[in-house]
């Protein structure tokens, strides 16, 4: 038998070269991205995207209308129009939902930020352990 010249031919003795610190940061800045939008996907999962294009519309309208009933509310009203429910009950509910999502979404950015900056004081450290060690 003779060994070729095959690039994909490697005998099992032959060491599989460890990857670069780099490709290790890259890897580790995919899990933590990954594990960030499985988390934001859970929480979204129960609205279809268009809805949550007009999250902020419905925010911006209901702090307004709380702050002063006689603001105008295009979009609200909209909604009231296919919803048999009290304008106020509305707002309360929108308002509701929004401070639960700012706060899930914001404490899931912190963490996705804090670890982003794990992976650059790793990286910095050269620290393969702690790199590999990094996850959502």
Known sequence: M???TDENFRPSWVPTPEPSIDSVATATLRRI???YQAEMNQILNDYPHAETLTFDKQEREARQWQADNSVATPYIDAMLVERPLDKAELVGRIL???D???QASGMATGKR???EEEV???LE???RDALEAIDW
Do not use: V
């Open 125 to 127: 450290a050269e620290d």
């Open 120 to 122: 650059k004081a790793a």
């Open 100 to 102: 639960a999502f700012t």
């Open 33 to 35: 991205n990954s594990g």
């Open 2 to 4: 003779t060994l070729g």
């Open 96 to 98: 509701a939902k929004a």
């Open 113 to 115: 930020q804090r670890l």
